[in-house]
């Protein structure tokens, strides 16, 4: 028996991603229009955010966090995923209490990075996010560097996740600032840009950009169908 895969959203374009993501690359797997059972439970962003701006108070984040946890443990998920990376920072006070185990995405990044022999990475994403010890803390056990942007690229990355990527826009100008902040990493020494939120692989993939990407949310979606069918 294959696992049942929980899947935690946040956003709905990054919770839709990473579940189309499962579906369409099990099928190769599996056989013909096959995946493992999915169940996805998505308590609203707005919710999210009021624990999150002006000021980040992560014990209410985990509250919700674990409100989808026992919803998806009551519709029979063996464990859970969430691809939104800044909401991992609530999962030390998640995992004492959750009823079923987790998959880490900035692990899953850090293990693809080592697979590709990747060993100075940008980190992109909500300020909160690059702020944070999510990917820091990751990587450092693993012995990867990392960059992150500066203080005004975190502030317009973050507006153009919030104002324009979650509500499924994807503007043509705000894919060449980006390009321009990945040309600044590339010359701070980056071999690879990890795509940090669940919306930027939307708005920009490998051949749109001057390093190679590690797209977080494909990248938990993939780690976690292997895990189903292991």
């Not at 995923?81 to 209490?97: F, G, M, Q, Y």
Request: glycine share 6%; proline share 6%.
């Amino acid at each position: 028996m294959n696992k049942h895969i929980g899947i935690l959203g946040c956003s709905s374009e990054g919770a839709a991603l990473c579940y189309r993501t499962i579906c369409l690359e099990a099928e190769p797997l599996m056989g013909r229009h096959a995946h493992p059972e999915v169940t996805l439970h998505n308590i609203c962003l707005a919710d999210y955010m009021k624990h999150i701006e002006p000021k980040a108070d992560w014990k209410k984040v985990a509250e919700l966090m674990l409100r989808s946890a026992d919803a998806l443990k009551r519709a029979g998920a063996d464990f859970v995923i969430t691809p939104d990376n800044t909401i991992h920072e609530a999962l030390p006070h998640v995992l004492p209490r959750s009823p079923l185990p987790w998959l880490h995405i900035a692990e899953e990044v850090g293990r693809e990075a080592q697979r590709q022999g990747y060993e100075r990475l940008g980190i992109t994403g909500t300020r909160y996010l690059v702020n944070g010890p999510v990917y820091p803390e990751k990587l450092k056990q693993m012995d990867i560097e990392y960059v992150l942007p500066s203080r005004d690229q975190q502030k317009n990355i973050n507006n153009i996740i919030f104002d324009e990527l979650v509500r499924g826009e994807q503007k043509l100008e705000s894919l060449f600032y980006f390009q321009q902040v990945i040309e600044r990493m590339k010359g701070g020494g980056c071999d690879a840009v990890v795509l940090g939120c669940t919306e930027l692989p939307l708005l920009v993939g490998d051949e749109e950009t001057p390093l190679p990407v590690l797209d977080s949310t494909r990248i938990l979606a993939r780690a976690a169908l292997r895990h189903a069918l292991d």
